[in-house]
């Protein structure tokens, strides 16, 4: 998933810009801090900014009469600027020169394309001949002679890419409509040549590439608003003069019969790029926009208008998109998740959690007949002997039981059995069952038990059921009647067992799990044997049974009503955080709401059932949540102690969903007027301390660079200040 962020304008384009950039941008290049951007315009001006701040470090210009021909990169190596201008005078210069006519000048023999500059490999020149020299066997002889490889080709875009430790230059070139595409790998010196598989109806507008396993992956933006993929091996087999590229459709840039025209491109992730164009529509007046794209679900993610105008260029750095708006630059801040359906669709739970298995594949069941088998024990009755036998021909330990029947027919055997031979049957089954078979039949026999439950309410085999579900790695959808069974019964320890370890669960189910916990009294969880682990480590469990009467006020609820359902007594069973805030619920209600907020969930089918969660409910829930947010920020590493913990973004989300489901309540109530306060007061805390945190990090660094600068040969104490 992704989304486009907060935006703002870096610095004006126009004359009244302040920063000299009135011709337009030529192109933004990385600076040599991590917050930092080199702009070259097309003129005579190259700026730094540091991006944060929105203002410029440095500005340098040539004199009247010569042009910047060239991007000013950054030697990552040295912190040196090095600018081409007039196409062959090149120029290099540090922080601390003023005067550009003053520093280091070389003229060459040719024309200059473009200076690429790569963190560990230094800076490669490419001329507008297809000849290619690092900085450094330049400088030795600035007048060498420079080779013409391309002839009548013309170059239409490059990049620098990183082959583990090797520096790798890529670029494209043009001649009567066809292009070609040239790898040159500078520590070899090896130059391999490939033509681009032509497209009649259409020609590549733009180019972006990165490398993965030996591969450049090429991709190409075309006139009929689709992006496609080239591979280019890095290593030449044959030695064939020119050897074609085939390319496939990576993207179709059109979304409900609206066409995006796009201009330029960037890569985000593997899974995400970013297209600024302009997006036509029959009978509509097209508009230019930023979106962003997922190749793998072939989905528009987000998108933003941009009514001022763009020049078409997209650069992507450190998080961020670069363009022009109208006479600005703008950046636009954005985030990338994970892709894959799991992301898409839900909340998931922590990858780190101890107890998430790996659960039953359907398709190493074999027949459809075994799946129908183990539905419910009426179904199997219907079934003729052939399908009800599981896998004879495998002949499995799980399959052959005494007297050859199927693992149906023994829960049809013991259907009208006594409760103490049906269970011993059941459990019999199971420990003759085997992989991969286990699961399922795990799954027929909580089913075959929540059946007879149902037929007798007055049979409910807890300890067997919890003895299942704590041993076998079971599912929701292997036993979609266990769960409601348990909240019939108000068997809070199997529900929160079943919380901790199906993946699957429905956000329904999840919303009357949370509902039934946050209901139920105090007193009557005293005697119920839970798992503790998750607030064993952060809520004192020696507490004082002295009550504490609190003040009911009746604002349009009844006394008794507020009774029920808010209790009215709280225990102090809780260390007191930081802020003085206090635990407002006991240890036991506490772990169950913990594996409510610890599992998997999706926003949008989850919201509709919060909203019908009484409003008193809902309060004592965003107070523990309130809580637990307090005693997460105790701790440097904002994580709580002990197993089954939630997590920092777990509790966050769920904040964020009690918030949304009931904003209005929220408000009017009065007793939640002090929470909402706290909750502002406590954030805006945080935002203050993350922002100082910030500032010490960006001074570190410079700090950090400006000690590579200095080589100290002496022995000396510095003391540092910060301001």
């Known amino acids: 998933m992704a989304a486009l962020c907060e935006s703002f304008t870096l610095c004006g384009l126009g004359p009244s810009g302040g920063v000299g950039l009135g011709g337009g941008l030529l192109a933004l290049e990385p600076g040599p801090g991590p917050d930092h951007v080199l702009l070259t315009d097309r003129g005579r001006t190259a700026t730094l900014f540091k991006v944060s701040d929105q203002k410029p470090l440095g500005c340098w210009s040539v004199k009247h009469g010569q042009i910047l021909t060239c991007p000013v990169v950054c030697n990552f190596e040295t912190y040196e600027y090095i600018a081409v201008h007039d196409d062959k005078v090149l120029r290099i210069w540090k922080n601390q020169d003023i005067n550009l006519d003053k520093v280091f000048k070389a003229t060459l023999s040719a024309d200059v394309y473009r200076i690429h500059s790569v963190p560990s490999g230094g800076p490669v020149v490419l001329f507008r001949g297809g000849g290619v020299r690092t900085l450094d066997v330049l400088l030795e002889a600035p007048q060498q002679e420079i080779e013409n490889i391309i002839s009548d080709e013309v170059i239409k875009w490059s990049e620098a890419l990183m082959e583990g430790e090797q520096p790798v230059l890529i670029f494209t070139t043009e001649k009567n409509g066809d292009f070609f595409v040239y790898v040159q790998k500078l520590k070899v010196n090896s130059l391999h040549r490939y033509k681009l598989e032509q497209q009649e109806s259409s020609k590549p507008l733009n180019f972006t590439a990165y490398v993965n396993k030996q591969m450049i992956t090429l991709l190409c933006l075309y006139s009929n608003n689709s992006v496609y993929k080239v591979l280019v091996p890095l290593k030449q087999n044959s030695e064939e003069e020119e050897q074609i590229l085939s390319k496939s459709l990576l993207l179709n840039l059109s979304v409900s019969g609206r066409v995006l025209k796009g201009t330029s491109f960037v890569v985000l992730d593997k899974d995400h790029i970013a297209v600024l164009g302009r997006q036509a529509a029959p009978g509509k007046e097209s508009k230019e926009c930023l979106t962003i794209w997922n190749t793998k679900f072939q989905t528009l993610q987000t998108s933003k208008e941009l009514p001022l105008g763009t020049s078409g260029q997209l650069w992507c750095y450190e998080e961020k998109f670069f363009f022009t708006h109208g006479k600005v630059l703008t950046v636009v801040m954005y985030k990338c998740e994970t892709s894959s359906l799991a992301a898409a669709v839900g909340k998931l739970k922590d990858s780190q959690a101890p107890d998430m298995s790996s659960f039953v594949n359907w398709n190493t069941l074999g027949d459809e007949e075994l799946v129908v088998s183990f539905q419910s024990q009426e179904s199997v009755a219907l079934k003729s002997e052939s399908k009800m036998t599981l896998r004879s021909k495998r002949n499995t330990a799980a399959e052959v039981q005494p007297d050859n029947l199927s693992v149906g027919q023994l829960l049809l055997k013991l259907k009208d059995a006594s409760p103490s031979v049906f269970e011993d049957g059941l459990r019999q089954i199971m420990s003759k069952a085997q992989m991969p078979d286990l699961q399922a039949i795990s799954g027929c026999v909580v089913t075959a038990l929540t059946n007879r439950c149902k037929a007798n309410p007055k049979y409910y085999p807890k300890n067997f059921l919890l003895d299942i579900v704590q041993t076998h790695d079971l599912s929701y959808s292997l036993c979609p009647d266990l769960m409601p069974l348990a909240l019939e019964k108000k068997d809070v320890y199997l529900l929160q067992l079943c919380l901790r370890r199906f993946p699957d669960i429905p956000e329904k189910i999840t919303y009357a799990c949370l509902k039934i916990f946050l209901g139920i009294r105090e007193a009557s969880l005293q005697d119920v044997d839970l798992d503790l682990d998750s607030v064993i480590c952060y809520i004192d469990l020696d507490f004082n049974d002295k009550e504490v009467k609190t003040e009911i006020v009746e604002n349009g609820f009844s006394a008794e009503l507020e009774q029920e359902i808010w209790d009215t007594k709280i225990t102090k069973q809780a260390h007191l955080t930081t802020d003085g805030e206090f635990c407002p619920v006991g240890p036991q209600k506490a772990a169950l709401l913990n594996a409510v907020v610890r599992s998997a969930y999706s926003e949008t089918f989850l919201l509709p059932h919060l909203k019908n969660l009484p409003s008193r409910e809902a309060l004592l829930f965003l107070r523990y949540l309130y809580y ?58 945080q935002v203050r301390f993350y922002s100082e945190l910030n500032k010490i990090e960006e001074s570190l660094r410079e700090l950090q660079r400006l000690s590579h600068q200095r080589d100290c040969q002496t022995y000396s104490i510095e003391v540092l200040e910060l301001i």
């Open 628 to 685: 637990l947010y307090v005693k997460c920020s105790e701790k440097i590493n904002t994580t709580l102690p002990g197993t089954h913990s939630p997590t920092i973004s777990q509790i966050l989300d769920w904040m964020c969903l009690i918030l949304d489901a009931h904003f209005t309540v929220m408000v009017m109530l009065p007793e939640a007027k002090e929470l909402l306060s706290n909750l502002h007061k406590f954030v805006r805390a």
